[in-house]
């Protein structure tokens, strides 16, 4: 059994920064692509951000160059540092991770947390 769970959402002021951080445990051999998204009431979760087991990392439009993406492979933790809040990143931030759980299996099974409400006043 694996588990994530997100932390580190809350309310801020526009401008703001907030650091959200979610941990994979459990039943983990190896943990490849680690991505955030949001989800806003009433429309689809949207990819934010990944990073790849060796460290590459994507980005939507949105966040280029105020959100940062990273992770710590001792600990199964992946980070999204968010600088420069506006009010329209208001959401809820779930992480999901895609993780190898039987050591003579190359199948890998993606996992979601239970997300962190964001909320950016202006």
């Known amino acids: 059994q694996v588990q994530l769970v997100e932390s580190g959402g809350g309310l801020v002021q526009a401008g703001g920064s907030l650091r959200l951080s979610c941990v994979a445990s459990g039943s983990i051999i190896s943990i490849d692509a680690m991505r955030w998204y949001l989800q806003v009431p009433g429309k689809e979760r949207e990819l934010v951000a990944g990073i790849t087991s060796r460290g590459t990392t994507n980005y939507a439009d949105s966040v280029k160059g105020r959100f940062t993406i990273s992770k710590d492979n001792a600990k199964n933790t992946v980070y999204l540092q968010m600088n420069s809040l506006k009010p329209e990143d208001t959401a809820v931030y779930y992480c999901?991770?895609?993780?190898?759980?039987?050591?003579?299996?190359?199948?890998?099974?993606?996992?979601w947390g239970q997300g962190t409400q964001v909320t950016v006043s202006s």
């Open positions: 999901n991770a895609d993780i190898k759980t039987r050591r003579y299996s190359n199948n890998v099974y993606r996992y």
